[in-house]
């Protein structure tokens, strides 16, 4: 399901900078990153390999179904 | 996740199990409308807003490579400088991904200048602007010098680097703001508004001049990670007047048939990778030709591994024109170039490796035998770039070599340009990068030059209102259409291979058909429950006007050349079709279409 899981995130907010299509936010309660519209993931990894603690775990499948025009 | 999303999801599944996908135009707005036009939950109050002023002399939006140079070129010329972007510093569009740069240093090449520029004006078949082409390639080596001070070339994500020229000047930088309008007083330009994502939050931007570098687009297509460039720059400045172009054109990369929404994993190692510099490669990399013959003998295409005879070799009559000089021998690759236009074909395994940066290692030997895209094996499947045309051969005409448009004070740089760099075709490995760096360091300057001309405008408030009431709209409506379902409705009218790769005017016709219907009765319903849906809406809108180019702009050019194949039209039409054509928004609203001869510069009244 495209960005799937952030475990041990320390608040530090690249994550939701580094995102092209706003998938991440900071919780205002927790202060810690949270998957907000994980249906916009294009699964680019920029949140993981900006991420300073390696905290973000992303898979390959689109967390909707994919609409592919032909194959 | 919530009822409706629920409900589009069934909706798409019964889409895709009962029409399998081809005939579905119909069935998919009747299925899919049931789920969609659904009550405003709004999250935040549209009576709520703060305001927050700026003024300044060059206001640059956008903040990829173009974005970068436009604001240092303009700084460095004496202009006060603000750079707004709807992401991130070298972390949004396309530049994240982009991992070669064409550096082309006349002592050491091989080529001359004059040389390099008549190649890819050959391979280009005229669609290319020399003037671009040339510039591109005799400021390329500066602009990459000027990289490897900032520390370009140490790290894979540009960020950092990217800081380095910008902090040191103390360049404002505003991020995660969305700029929906670019403002005209008095026949020209006066600036820009838009919306922060993290705060209530309007910017107005009172500008003696703006550049715009914020790419091109498509249509949030799966598997090219292009999903936040939706046109929001060629749209938002059709709006205000500026002529665009290049709209026929299309890039045909393909992505991977296993996952192909993964844009990381269908590329391979490649984002890991730290950019390197590329030397003269000319070719004549379509795309649309992977397309053709999947349109003919069925997909999955498989590829092979690179340098060896793909698993399906068959011959294919008919097809795009390749010119001779550049036609390989083995079936396409397709596309060609990396995400961001950038990489090198046919460079060993899965383009593992980054060459190193620096010497001249031009390469003579043409494209081996079924090379593929760099770092993808396996079976492809075609439309992961879709809505997007070859790189700076769509967006905002230029009126001359500085990046100026017929808007006086507004300029554009790198995809965001139609500047024709390389034609409407892919033709050197690297340059699209170099070119963005170029083309913004030239716009910089020429919009600082433009502001000691002229005083700081303002914007009316009348004018301000208007904008503010449209740049809020979907967030006051009390109903309407979901951004996501309006987008993926657009998907499955234009995505298909046989609308915009493999054209046919019925074809073409019926999806304008489709599109005007979005165009006049779900573009003015969009809602927004928060300020992440706000953005989309406006996005989709973009896209919505970008879909309605395209299908009129295919429509017209009645032959087939470099991107733009016609089944109907497939010769080149050199008598009639040596021209670009060029798209504006008449006083009635309406919009227009003229030809621009190739090789000539706009008539500016």
Same mark, same amino acid.
């Given at each position: ?12 907010? %690249? ?5 092209? %299509? ?36 992303? %898979? ?12 | ?21 081809? &005939? ?11 789920? +969609? ?23 640059? &939006?956008?903040?990829?490579?173009? =974005? ?68 591109? +390639? ?18 894979? /994500? ?38 922060? /994502? ?5 910017? *107005? ?27 929001? =720059? ?121 060459? =190193? ?31 997007? +045309? ?49 083309? =913004? ?8 030059? *433009? ?8 914007? @009316? @408030? ?30 499955? &009218?234009? &995505?298909?291979? *046989? ?56 429509? /017209? ?42 090789? @000539? ?5």
């Amino acid at each position: 399901m495209a960005i799937s899981k952030i475990s041990g995130c320390i608040g530090c907010g %690249t994550c939701v900078q580094s995102c092209p %299509t706003d998938v991440l936010r900071l919780d205002p309660k927790s202060g810690k990153a949270i998957i907000k519209y994980v249906e916009d993931c294009q699964i680019c990894h920029l949140c993981r390999m900006y991420c300073p603690v390696d905290a973000i775990v992303i %898979t390959p499948e689109k967390s909707i179904p994919v609409i592919v025009s032909w194959g | 996740m919530d009822e409706s999303n629920k409900k589009d999801q069934l909706s798409r599944r019964q889409f895709v199990a009962l029409t399998g996908g081809t &005939i579905g135009l119909a069935a998919l707005g009747s299925l899919g409308l049931m789920a +969609a036009y659904t009550e405003n939950e709004r999250e935040v109050d549209p009576a709520d807003f703060k305001y927050q002023e700026n003024e300044t002399d060059v206001l640059v &939006i956008g903040s990829g490579m173009a =974005g970068l140079f436009a604001a240092v070129k303009a700084h460095d010329a004496g202009a006060k400088v603000m750079m707004v972007s709807k992401g991130r510093l070298g972390s949004s569009g396309l530049t994240p991904f982009a991992k070669g740069i064409f550096a082309y240093d006349e002592k050491t090449s091989d080529y001359s200048l004059d040389e390099f520029t008549a190649m890819v004006s050959r391979s280009a078949l005229g669609t290319n602007n020399a003037v671009y082409t040339r510039q591109m +390639a005799e400021h390329s080596l500066a602009r990459v010098n000027e990289l490897r001070e900032w520390g370009f070339f140490e790290s894979n /994500l540009y960020n950092k680097s990217f800081n380095v020229p910008i902090t040191e000047r103390n360049i404002p930088l505003i991020e995660r703001v969305v700029i929906t309008h670019l403002i005209k007083e008095n026949g020209r330009i006066a600036g820009a508004s838009g919306f922060s /994502l993290d705060e209530q939050k309007i910017y *107005f931007f009172t500008a003696k001049t703006v550049i715009l570098c914020t790419g091109a687009g498509g249509f949030k297509p799966n598997g090219f990670p292009v999903c936040d460039l939706t046109h929001d =720059g060629t749209v938002m400045a059709y709006q205000i007047g500026a002529k665009v172009t290049g709209k026929e054109w299309n890039d045909g990369h393909p992505g991977r048939s296993t996952n192909p929404a993964a844009s990381y994993d269908g590329w391979g190692d490649m984002f890991d990778q730290k950019p390197s510099t590329t030397q003269i490669e000319i070719h004549h990399d379509l795309g649309v030709d992977l397309n053709y013959r999947a349109y003919k003998l069925g997909n999955p295409i498989q590829m092979g591994p690179p340098g060896q005879e793909p698993g399906q070799g068959a011959e294919l009559d008919g097809g795009p024109f390749v010119p001779e000089e550049f036609r390989r021998s083995g079936p396409p690759g397709g596309g060609g170039e990396r995400p961001g236009g950038e990489g090198r074909r046919g460079e060993g395994p899965g383009g593992r490796g980054p060459r =190193g940066e620096g010497g001249n290692r031009e390469r003579r030997r043409p494209p081996r035998k079924g090379d593929g895209p760099p770092g993808m094996q396996g079976s492809l499947a075609g439309g992961s770039s879709a809505g997007m +045309a070859i790189h700076k051969s769509e967006g905002i005409v230029p009126i001359n070599e500085k990046c100026e448009s017929n808007i006086p004070g507004l300029y554009a740089a790198g995809d965001a340009l139609g500047s024709y760099m390389a034609g409407a075709i892919y033709t050197q490995v690297g340059s699209s990068l170099a070119g963005s760096a170029v083309q =913004g360091a030239v716009a910089g300057e020429a919009a600082a030059a *433009f502001c000691q001309k002229v005083a700081m405008p303002v914007i @009316s @408030s009348s004018t301000r209102k208007n904008i503010e009431t449209q740049m809020l709209a979907p967030l006051k409506r009390e109903a309407g259409y979901s951004p996501a379902w309006v987008t993926q409705t657009l998907q499955g &009218i234009m &995505i298909p291979n *046989f609308v915009l790769y493999i054209k046919k005017e019925s074809m073409l016709k019926a999806a304008l058909a489709y599109i005007e219907e979005l165009r006049d009765h779900h573009l003015p319903m969009l809602r927004a429950a928060d300020l992440h849906e706000l953005r989309l809406a406006h996005e989709t809108a973009n896209m919505i006007i970008t879909a309605e180019m395209k299908l009129k702009a295919s429509i /017209l050019r009645k032959e087939s050349r470099c991107s733009h194949y016609r089944l109907d039209y497939p010769e080149l039409d050199n008598e009639n079709w040596r021209a670009w054509i060029n798209i504006y928004k008449e006083e009635d609203g309406s919009m227009q279409f003229e030809k621009q001869p190739f090789g @000539s510069w706009p008539e500016v009244i």
